[in-house]
């Protein structure tokens, strides 16, 4: 049962990841090569964030650490959701 809510945690993420990533990719169709290149740095950076995430929350539910490890886990989903947030609202 301890394991559910760190996994759950990272499978949020995976998902948030992906539809950064998507939301990125159909940015992408009316853009000048400038802007194509800063999406590309943004797919990249979010990648990136939600790979060490998951990372992060796989090495600590080894350690034992299964409050932490939700705790990284579900941080991308939480800097991906204030990105949608501030994205929006411009």
Same mark, same amino acid.
């Given at each position: 049962?301890?394991?559910? /809510?760190?996994? =759950?945690?990272?499978?949020?993420?995976?998902?948030?990841? @992906?539809? %950064?990533?998507? $939301?990125?990719?159909?940015? &992408?169709?009316?853009?000048?090569?400038?802007?194509?290149?800063?999406?590309?740095?943004?797919?990249?950076?979010?990648? /990136?964030?939600? =790979?060490?995430?998951?990372?992060?929350?796989?090495?600590? @539910?080894? %350690?034992?650490? $299964?409050?932490?490890?939700? &705790?990284?886990?579900?941080?991308?989903?939480?800097?991906?959701?204030?990105?949608?947030?501030?994205?929006?609202?411009?």
């Amino acid at each position: 049962m301890k394991y559910i /809510l760190p996994i =759950a945690a990272m499978l949020c993420s995976v998902v948030a990841t @992906l539809t %950064a990533i998507v $939301f990125c990719l159909g940015m &992408g169709a009316n853009s000048s090569e400038a802007e194509i290149r800063q999406l590309k740095l943004w797919m990249a950076g979010l990648s /990136l964030l939600g =790979a060490c995430g998951v990372a992060a929350g796989i090495f600590l @539910l080894r %350690a034992g650490q $299964f409050n932490a490890a939700a &705790g990284a886990a579900i941080t991308p989903t939480i800097i991906v959701g204030i990105v949608f947030i501030v994205a929006l609202l411009q």
